[in-house]
């Protein structure tokens, strides 16, 4: 095992407790990676852990040894070829079936507006360079809104140009070896453009990107809010941003609405009930007619399929409005 998935390791700290979706929703120490890691130290052919993982990575995130559980589980998908596109709902999201679905699932114009932008500053941004991601090709209508919001600020867009996977959803899944060349074809893109700054409106595209592109090189198109003055339209709507567990920064500074950290069980096998039971779990934080935003494309497509139909899930960036300076 590599230095991140090695169980040794672990110095049983307990902080991934804090944030891992199984253990905050059991309680059982064997179900979260402090305890896997324990059980893969002592037992290594104990391979049934994997299945216990949510790869939403929330420990590699506070983990002190950077130990990451849900590339371990990648790494033992890789090894035993146990993989197919419909083990999880991301994957899923990435076929010709998953494509279509999220077209399907797409709202359409016209957006109902609940925030009213108002350019503060101009952003001392380079030019930049939009990553839509491979459901960002459903999800069409939100590049251009994208675009316009950045040329709203002031910023010069690049043509989007022939970008492929972000190439994590395949890492997880265990195909890494298909993650890497994606990967490997974006970065060369990207050279070729000189570098650009990248703003993907897909956290799960940021981390992808963060990969082979250097931190100070991505943007997720969350921090645009940074730089506008933002007025809520409708201030007794009950509004909640989630904010999805790919997302490393915390984006409760950034929105005036409540931010939901929540794990909505995206990244798991579908049909798995512990994925069930975080699902269920997130709906019940969620009131009833409620107004549910996301900026991952991934949970889009969960939190659509998964929701009561009381509760609006969108993506953020369909319900801006901006005004002049």
């Not at 090894?79 to 197919?84: D, E, M």
């Not at 969620?286 to 009561?308: E, V």
Request: proline share 6%; glycine share 6%; aromatic share 8%.
């Amino acid at each position: 095992m590599s230095s991140k998935t090695d169980p040794k390791l672990c110095l049983r700290c307990g902080r991934c407790l804090l944030v891992c979706p199984a253990f905050q929703l059991s309680l059982r120490e064997d179900l979260s990676p402090r305890g896997k890691w324990m059980i893969l130290n002592q037992c290594p052919e104990n391979t049934q852990v994997f299945s216990l993982c949510l790869s939403c990575e929330r420990c590699a995130q506070v983990c002190t040894q950077q130990l990451n559980f849900a590339q371990a589980k990648a790494e033992h998908l890789t090894k035993t070829s146990n993989f197919s596109l419909l083990n999880s709902g991301l994957n899923l999201a990435l076929t010709s079936l998953g494509t279509k679905l999220a077209q399907f699932l797409a709202n359409r114009p016209p957006y109902r507006p609940y925030f009213e932008l108002r350019a503060r500053e101009v952003p001392p941004l380079a030019p930049v360079v939009i990553f839509p991601g491979c459901l960002g090709r459903s999800f069409s209508h939100l590049e251009p809104i994208l675009k316009s919001f950045l040329t709203t600020l002031g910023i010069t867009v690049l043509d989007t140009p022939n970008w492929q996977c972000c190439g994590h959803p395949f890492v997880l899944a265990g195909k890494k070896d298909q993650g890497l060349e994606f990967q490997l074809v974006n970065q060369k893109i990207w050279e070729k453009l000189n570098q650009p700054l990248v703003v993907s409106f897909c956290s799960t595209c940021t981390k992808g990107l963060g990969q082979f592109l250097p931190q100070s090189k991505i943007m997720l198109a969350d921090h645009l809010l940074n730089f506008v003055e933002i007025a809520l339209l409708e201030p007794k709507a009950s509004i909640f941003v989630h904010s999805s567990c790919h997302c490393q920064e915390d984006l409760s500074a950034i929105w005036p609405i409540p931010v939901l950290k929540n794990c909505c069980g995206a990244f798991a096998k579908t049909g798995q009930n512990l994925a069930k039971a975080v699902n269920t779990y997130f709906w019940e934080q969620i009131p009833g007619d409620s107004i549910l935003f996301t900026n991952c494309l991934g949970c889009l497509i969960k939190l659509k399929l998964t929701g009561p139909k009381e509760v609006k899930v969108s993506h953020w960036l369909e319900h801006i409005a901006f005004k002049g300076r």
